[in-house]
């Protein structure tokens, strides 16, 4: 009987051991691979973005910021311009742009690391965009107030009017206007008036010897014509005194 109940544990404990040792090693069947982020869906999702879509995709920027979320350690923010926001803007607006503006417009609309309506808190003015270079250009200040998030750009400013998507590392922000950037929509310089002409320099020769030479020429002409005529009067004078001399001796 105690023989008989030893085997009975020594069983239970060596499948107990079994089961438990089993347990540790059986690999853990992997979660579902979780879906690249896609700017795109986002925006088709929201219904009211085909503007915004096109210029995306026409300007190639939905491709890079495609590539940017998959390797950037920051993150993206988006203020995404509703259809209503670019029907607000003067006709024919976006066809005055040349190709590299348009790129510069839709880039300001990116801001290059994630931003949550608690960042934007804390967050300094002004803001770089994708836009910004170097040389300071581009850039918006980001105000809130009561939970209300207001973008300034300088020329106008547009209300948050909802959050489309906010999880790193992107944020995208519904906007009711188009962010207009003073380097695209700012009052431009006139156009500096053109450099005056040299003066021509003016000739500091003498002058003509051919024509200073003309009145001598001349004179020496009337010279000429008048000794002949004196001779003549001369002789005529002569002529005259030996007639009336011998008109007296007769």
Avoid: C
């Avoid at 090693?25 to 979780?34: D, K, L, M, N, S």
């Avoid at 008036?193 to 003509?208: D, E, H, Q, T, V």
């Avoid at 024509?211 to 009067?233: F, G, I, L, Q, Y």
């Amino acid at each position: 009987m105690t023989s008989s109940s030893q085997s009975i544990s020594f069983l239970i404990l060596t499948t107990f051991l079994f089961l438990t040792t089993h347990a540790k090693t059986a690999p853990v069947a992997p979660g579902p691979t979780p879906e690249p982020l896609n700017l795109t869906a986002i925006l088709v999702k929201g219904s009211q973005y085909s503007t915004f879509l096109r210029l995306l995709k026409e300007t190639q920027v939905s491709t890079q910021i495609a590539s940017q979320l998959n390797s950037s350690f920051d993150g993206l923010t988006i203020f995404a311009p509703t259809d209503n926001a670019f029907n607000q803007l003067k006709a024919g607006t976006l066809n005055t742009l040349t190709s590299q503006e348009q790129v510069e417009l839709v880039l300001y609309h990116v801001l290059p690391r994630f931003y949550s309506l608690n960042t934007f808190q804390t967050a300094s003015n002004p803001i770089n965009t994708q836009a910004s270079g170097s040389d300071g250009v581009y850039k918006m200040n980001v105000t809130t107030s009561s939970n209300q998030l207001n973008v300034s750009t300088g020329i106008n400013d547009a209300p948050v009017s909802s959050v489309l998507y906010s999880d790193f590392p992107l944020a995208v922000y519904s906007v009711d206007d188009v962010l207009k950037p003073e380097e695209l929509f700012g009052v431009k310089p006139p156009a500096a008036a053109p450099a005056p002409l040299p003066a021509k320099k003016k000739s500091k020769k003498g002058p003509n010897s051919a024509t200073a030479a003309v009145p001598s020429s001349s004179a020496d002409a009337e010279s000429s014509d008048a000794s002949p005529r004196m001779r003549n009067a001369g002789w005529s004078f002569v002529f005259g005194l030996g007639i009336g001399a011998l008109s007296y001796l007769m």
